[in-house]
């Protein structure tokens, strides 16, 4: 979620305080209930929205925890995200022992000696701590059903375990985060601006979209009948922790976009990303397709948990689900694309019109395989 060039370089810059940054972070460090003295925090991961860092204390042991500077560029209410993400966490933990799968974490907030969920910083900067979880990986990319299956499970298995809280109770902390609408009139409005005179470029593409405006008129028909969830929102494979010696997935990371919403959107994010085998900016048009045994691999884990709590209404529709989150996603590539790349990142001068190629070549073969994809969503389910 990138709002300018300029705005990209002050919000992913890491912050350095001064000529020690290693004092500066321990004194940060300082301010968070840890066990034992901090002695240790070094930059850790590859995220892109916050500065992370991995913190070690010790006592009579070694503790590790991760450190993170929230970007309030991004997450322009770090209050309601931290408080969001106590909520969930502590009504996950209310239920160890009951409905806790065995092999699953979750994460562990750590609380400021003053019992805050952040710290707030002398130049009013937000920071937050973690339990480290110990022998995980992440993968960038799934490659074969059975991680798409681990996957699928956990988030699956984190929105089962949520059925029963009251999403109403979330606060709204990205606004329009999963509106088809608002994002359509976003590219509206930058077709009528057309700030580079990019316009004539992007025709068949803008042309496609309108063409497949059907699916947003379904998916807005068919909301109201959807039940209100408790979701994650960036379904991601990278937002899943795996156990490096049983390659199972056992940790749901990455909470921030927590919000009410609806099953079909959290689904249709891991047919998104999922069950391709290339990347979002691939110049090869076979890599960037739906693959119906990664598809089938999806499905099998989300059904294996959520088959129980499911309504029927949203069975029916999870392939919609798919097709509406990759419609929106070519969406806002090309809206990015028009108005001059001031959202998305790009490394090229037509990185963005690529990529809204690719989602829509992404979105054509699911709309292709209709009958097979949902042939095994009713195997599954």
């Known amino acids: 979620m990138k709002i300018s060039v300029s705005w990209w370089l002050r919000a992913y810059t890491p912050i350095t305080y001064g000529t020690d940054q290693m004092t500066d972070l321990l004194d940060i460090a300082g301010f968070f209930d840890l066990n034992g003295e901090a002695y240790s925090c070094v930059p850790y991961g590859s995220g892109h929205i916050h500065d992370t860092y991995l913190l070690e204390a010790k006592n009579e042991e070694v503790h590790r925890y991760i450190l993170q500077r929230m970007n309030t560029f991004v997450f322009t209410k770090p209050e309601a995200v931290q408080d969001n993400i106590w ?93 088809v609408e608002w994002r359509l009139k976003q590219l509206a409005y930058a077709e009528f601006t057309n700030p580079d005179a990019r316009l004539k470029k992007a025709q068949p593409e803008l042309k496609r979209i309108r063409q497949l405006q059907g699916i947003s008129e379904q998916f807005i028909r068919l909301q109201k009948a959807l039940p209100d969830r408790v979701v994650h929102n960036d379904t991601k494979i990278n937002n899943v922790l795996f156990d490096q010696e049983t390659g199972k997935g056992i940790t749901v990371i990455d909470l921030d976009t927590i919000m009410t919403g609806t099953l079909l959107t959290d689904f249709g994010d891991m047919v998104r990303t999922f069950t391709v085998k290339g990347s979002e900016d691939s110049t090869d048009k076979a890599s960037y397709t739906c693959q119906a045994a990664l598809f089938e691999g999806l499905v099998s884990g989300y059904a294996e948990v959520l088959s129980p709590v499911i309504t029927e209404v949203e069975r029916a529709n999870l392939l919609l689900g798919g097709k509406i989150v990759i419609y929106m996603q070519a969406i806002r590539f090309l809206t990015d694309y028009i108005n001059k790349d001031v959202y998305y990142k790009i490394t090229t001068p037509e990185q963005n019109l690529l990529r809204t190629r690719n989602q829509l070549n992404l979105l054509g073969s699911v709309l292709e395989q209709e009958t097979d994809l949902q042939r095994i969503i009713g195997k599954c389910f």
């Open 87 to 179: 909520r969930i966490l502590s009504f996950l933990k209310k239920q160890e022992g009951e409905k806790h799968p065995s092999g699953i974490k979750d994460l562990d907030l750590v609380e400021t000696k003053e019992g805050e969920l952040f710290f707030q910083d002398s130049r009013g900067l937000y920071w937050r701590c973690f339990h480290f979880i110990d022998n995980t990986f992440v993968l960038d990319n799934v490659q074969n059903p059975s991680q798409a299956f681990e996957g699928a499970r956990l988030f699956g298995d984190f929105l089962a375990r949520l059925n029963d809280y009251n999403p109403r109770r979330l606060h709204v902390t990205i606004p329009h985060f999963m509106d």
